[in-house]
T-cell receptor, first 113, second 112 residues
Framework: AQSVTQLGSHVSVSEGALVLLRCNYS??????LFWYVQYPNQGLQLLLK??????LVKGINGFEAEFKKSETSFHLTKPSAHMSDAAEYFC???????????FGKGTLLTVNP | KAGVTQTPRYLIKTRGQQVTLSCSPI?????VSWYQQTPGQGLQFLFE???????NKGNFPGRFSGRQFSNSRSEMNVSTLELGDSALYLC???????????FGPGTRLTVT
């Protein structure tokens, strides 16, 4: 069984500040980990993914995440927030022969001018 | 490459009716998954099809069903609609080997 916990349902930052969205996962098999972003009235857009190999993963729009097996974490960061980053962010896990994505509850990111 | 398309984008139905939603995956993708998104339950997996076969199924009642055609297009059907079925239904496609899934814009279903 797999599960995802996103700490903080709502995160608010100032424009130009560091963005840190937290994700912890549980998986009985080596996990594949993903971050998706959802803008209002839209589907989910893939930001980045970790499957195997390098644990620091770079994605689109300046986002990156680090897979830490010992901490079962996959936190999402961006050095400098932009107004256009305001959206809801979802962490997801899949693994083994089960290709379904298990999502966290999401974190709503607000960026203040 | 064109992205995942879903039709219709919006739908209003009455309790007891049935509904069919359609999804066209990215060209070359053989796996199609369906998810339900609601404010209360978040994103929940419905089922996944690969080469016309249902490979995974989530924990939803039998009123929810799906199928995949030989061209990888997929449909999902919900029979005997309930108010609680009001949700955004998202379709995602992938190459099918555990890789990333690409999502469509969703179908917003409202049951009155």
């Amino acid at each position: 069984a797999q599960s995802v916990t996103q700490l903080g349902s709502h995160v608010s930052v100032s424009e130009g500040a560091l963005v840190l969205l937290r994700c912890n996962y549980s998986s009985s098999v080596p996990p594949y980990l993903f971050w998706y972003v959802q803008y209002p009235n839209q589907g989910l857009q893939l930001l980045l993914k970790y499957t195997t190999g390098a644990t620091l993963v770079k994605g689109i729009n300046g986002f990156e995440a680090e897979f830490k097996k010992s901490e079962t974490s996959f936190h999402l960061t961006k050095p400098s927030a932009h107004m256009s980053d305001a959206a809801e962010y979802f962490c997801a896990v899949s693994g083994g022969s089960n290709y379904k994505l298990t999502f966290g509850k999401g974190t709503l990111l607000t960026v203040n001018p | 490459k064109a992205g995942v398309t879903q039709t219709p984008r919006y739908l209003i139905k009455t309790r007891g009716q049935q509904v069919t939603l359609s999804c066209s995956p990215i060209s070359g993708h053989r796996s199609v998954s369906w998810y339900q998104q609601t404010p209360g339950q978040g994103l929940q997996f419905l089922f996944e099809y690969f080469s016309e076969t249902q490979r995974n199924k989530g924990n939803f009642p039998g009123r929810f069903s799906g199928r995949q055609f030989s061209n990888s297009r997929s449909e999902m059907n919900v029979s005997t609609l309930e108010l609680g079925d009001s949700a955004l239904y998202l379709c995602a496609s992938s190459l099918g080997e555990g890789g990333e899934q690409y999502f469509g814009p969703g179908t917003r279903l409202t049951v009155t």
